[in-house]
């Protein structure tokens, strides 16, 4: 038994190496790639302006790294086909393949998010959010309605991230444990992190967030992911082993990470990553916190739709386990809050450990 676990920890720290070289090499190709094409917008400016252009397409690609466009988030109201066992709703297009035009609407039918996509990660199409598969969500749990309440909650940079609903997606290869996250450490990683575990239909799950600096100096990152894991019940692993979601275990989620970038307590939304199946949805934008070590100038912000209210119901006690509070109306500026609403769940998280 010792002789296993030992391989296993040899096994685990030589994947780390490799993500680790891949994540250093795609940021050093970036930055020599992109030097001067990401920029910011004003905050407020793009949103609060009406577009006189039409879509032509009712899709919008993202864009290739040296084509920034942006991502349209349609209103409450759209649909959204349900993708194929084996056939996720996300398609890589050619690499000369140009995005469409994406249109700038009234803030309260759709909001425009700028995306970029770069050479190391992949490209696909947008998918438009639905309403919840559980109805129509109240105003305070949905994205799009807390927008329309005044809570600034779409991102407005480009940003980065990896394309977790890539069938080729190399991570989804490896699950997780909490070997990686002590790794992290060894490298320019000073992310936090917090585990939901919570059992439903004879499996255990995971739900593991992170935030923080991902690599620091010129080539900085500041983001967040959330990841859905998965194994057997009653499985032991001295290391907290999870397997990666596979296809039909993927669920609706949409992130957005907040920032109080100035230290002023107003906390400025970087991304956000739209709602559609993911097993592990991330972005990060290009710049460093005051202190890398502390990422309390960070929340995360996420919608979780789960397959019915039971497993919603799982989670959530997981996370009023680990320190979160209940609240009967949800508000983004409460930190370390969520709401149920039958199987959807939303909740926000800075402190929380």
């Known amino acids: 038994m010792e002789k296993k676990n ?18 250093v090499c795609a940021l050093v190709l970036k930055a020599n790639s992109s030097s001067g094409l990401i920029k910011e917008n004003e905050p407020g400016k793009e949103n609060n302006e009406k577009s006189t252009t039409q879509k032509t397409e009712e899709e919008t690609t993202y864009s290739f790294i040296d084509e920034p466009a942006g991502v349209v988030v349609p209103s409450e109201e759209a649909t959204q086909t349900e993708p194929t066992a084996g056939n996720p709703a996300i398609t890589t297009p050619p690499a000369t393949e140009k995005p469409t035009q ?16 770069p050479d190391s990660m992949s490209s696909g199409q947008a998918v438009k959010p639905p309403s919840s598969s559980s109805g ?52 320019d990683f000073s992310i936090d992190t917090a585990r939901m575990p919570f059992e439903y239909g004879g499996k255990e799950y995971m739900i593991q967030i992170w935030k923080g600096q991902y690599i620091s100096g010129d080539l900085g990152t500041v983001g967040g992911e959330v990841g859905l894991y998965t194994r057997p019940k009653g ?94 109306n949800f508000d983004p500026t409460v930190k370390d809050t969520y709401k149920i609403h039958g199987k959807d769940v939303i909740f926000i998280w800075q402190d929380v450990r």
């Open 6 to 23: 030992t391989n296993a920890i040899v096994i685990a720290v030589s994947v780390l190496a490799v993500c680790v070289v891949a994540v």
């Open 136 to 187: 129509n969500l109240p105003k305070d749990m949905s994205f799009a309605g807390l927008y329309g309440m005044g809570y600034d909650v779409y991102g407005g940079k480009q940003y980065i991230y990896n394309d977790d609903t890539d069938p080729n997606c190399v991570q989804a290869n490896f699950g997780y444990n909490r070997l990686y996250d002590w790794g992290a450490q060894l490298i």
């Open 235 to 328: 499985s032991v692993s001295a290391i907290g082993h999870y397997s990666c979601a596979p296809y039909e275990e993927w669920l609706n989620m949409e992130m957005t990470i907040l920032w109080d970038e100035q230290g002023n307590g107003n906390y400025l939304p970087q991304l956000t990553r739209v709602y559609e199946l993911h097993w592990w949805p991330t972005g990060f934008v290009f710049g460093n916190l005051a202190n890398k070590r502390d990422s309390d100038p960070l929340r995360v912000l996420c919608r979780i739709t789960f397959k019915d209210d039971e497993m919603a119901q799982a989670f959530a006690q997981s996370l009023s386990n680990e320190g979160f509070s209940s609240v009967s």
């Open 102 to 117: 994406a249109v700038v609407v009234d803030k309260e039918e759709n909001v425009t998010i700028p995306q970029m996509d």
